[in-house]
Structure formats: C-alpha cells, structure tokens
C-alpha cells in the first residue's frame, strides 16, 4: 500500500515561511499529479497547488506569488514552499497523489498542521 508522509508543519509568526514535505513510498515518477490540500476548522477542504509530471503547476489564487509546489522524483519526495505567510494560511495540510493516467487523487497523506499567528 502506498503511503504519504507529510511533514514540515508547525508555527509560525505572520510573514514567515515554511516548506512541507511529503515523502511517498512508491514512485513518485509513474503519478500522473500530485498536490496539496488544505483544511481549516470549520472551512472545505481547498486544493492548494497540484504538479503535474510533465512540472506543469496551478495554484489557487490566494497563494499565487507565495507558494511554490514541487517535486523531486529521485528522492519520491514533494514539496510545498510556502512564503509571506499569512494567518487565513492556518489549517491542516494534506499531500495526495493519483495514479498514473488520470489526474484523479487516491492517496492521500495524514497531514501536517500549520499555524500562523499575526
């Protein structure tokens, strides 16, 4: 079974930055997407930044100029990169992959909370 492991939350003061990672357990190459969500109390789960494998990436609009989404398949890792953040940015984040012809995600990590204070 395939896994995600996501780490890099914690807080952070207003401005400040972080990276989230999210290591998989298998080939992060054969995925035709992978992204990140987020989830605040209360709130939807939101699509943060998803990447393509041919490195295409999107990102909602809020984040758009200060989160950088990536992905290093020799080391099955993806990354969030996430700078000037700000404290509507609180919430659980969640990697997931899909599988290799649809951008469909299936798998899906346990989440990392962070928590950005003003």
């Known amino acids: 079974q395939v896994q995600l492991v996501e780490s890099g939350g914690g807080s952070v003061q207003a401005g400040g930055s972080l990276r989230l990672s999210c290591a998989a357990s298998?080939?992060?190459?054969?995925?035709?997407?992978m992204a990140w969500f987020r989830q605040a109390p209360g709130k939807e789960r939101e699509r943060v930044a998803l990447?393509?494998?041919?490195?295409?990436?999107t990102y909602t609009a809020s984040v758009k100029g200060r989160f950088t989404i990536s992905k290093d398949n020799t080391k099955n890792t993806l990354y969030l990169q996430m700078n000037s953040l700000k404290p509507e940015d609180t919430a659980m984040y969640y990697c997931?992959?899909?599988?290799?012809?649809?951008?469909?995600?299936?798998?899906w990590g346990q989440g990392t909370q962070v928590t950005v204070s003003s």
């Open positions: 997931a992959g899909s599988g290799v012809y649809y951008c469909e995600m299936h798998d």
């Open positions: 298998g080939d992060t190459s054969r995925r035709y997407c």
């Open positions: 990447i393509y494998h041919d490195g295409d990436t």
